[in-house]
Every structure is written in structure tokens, then in C-alpha cells.
């Protein structure tokens, strides 16, 4: 049984930031794509950033040169480095396994950018 585990969310300043992890379980974390989604108050999910099997990563536009995903293999985790964090980045960070027709996807984490 896949089991995707997030953490890392909070409240934190304008400016600040985050980084956000996801353990996964009951796959070999290597051989698939991983990324994340968030979903801000009123707002539809959306994507935030992937890293394929191979590393090569893809950001939204909004979140380039702030964000940035990680994976270690290893510990079967991904990350998501947040920073200069801005008031509309509030939102429920998801992570998710891409197996090609299907995602599979944790619980999610809150994420609140306030001062």
C-alpha cells in the first residue's frame, strides 16, 4: 500500500521559509516522477513543482527561482524548499507519486504566510 506522508507546513512571515517533506512508503521511490500541488482558500489546485526519476524538475511560473524540489532516494522522501515566501503562497501543500495514469496523493500540509 502506497503511503505518502507530508510535513514542514506552518505559519511563517513574508520573507520567510519553509521546507516542506514527504515520506513515502510501499513503492520504489526511485523509478517515479514525484512532485507537488497546492490549493490555496477558494482557489483550484494547482501545480507547484515535479523532479522526475532522473532529477530534471519543472516549476510553475510563479514559483521559479523561489522554490525549489528536492528528492532523496534514499529516505524515499521529497522536498519542496520555499523561500521569500509571499501571502498568496498560502495554501494546502499536497505531495503526490505520479504512476503515469494515476496519482497518488498525501494528506497535506498547511501552509500560512501572515504576519
Known amino acids: 500500500q502506497v503511503q505518502l506522508v507530508e510535513s514542514g507546513g506552518g505559519l511563517v512571515q513574508p520573507g520567510g521559509s519553509l521546507r516542506l517533506s514527504c515520506a513515502t512508503s510501499g513503492i520504489i521511490f526511485s523509478l517515479y516522477a514525484v512532485g507537488w500541488y497546492r490549493q490555496g482558500p477558494g482557489k483550484q489546485r494547482e501545480l507547484v513543482a515535479t523532479?522526475?526519476?532522473?532529477?530534471?524538475?519543472n516549476y510553475a511560473d510563479s514559483m521559479k527561482g523561489r522554490f525549489t524540489i528536492s528528492r532523496d532516494n534514499a529516505k524515499n522522501t521529497v522536498y519542496l524548499q520555499m523561500n521569500n515566501l509571499k501571502p498568496e503562497d498560502t495554501a494546502v501543500y499536497y505531495c503526490?507519486?505520479?504512476?503515469?495514469?494515476?496519482?497518488?496523493w498525501g494528506q497535506g500540509t498547511q501552509v500560512i504566510v501572515s504576519s
Open positions: 523532479i522526475t526519476s532522473g532529477g530534471n524538475t
Open positions: 503526490y507519486v505520479d504512476f503515469t495514469f494515476r496519482k497518488v
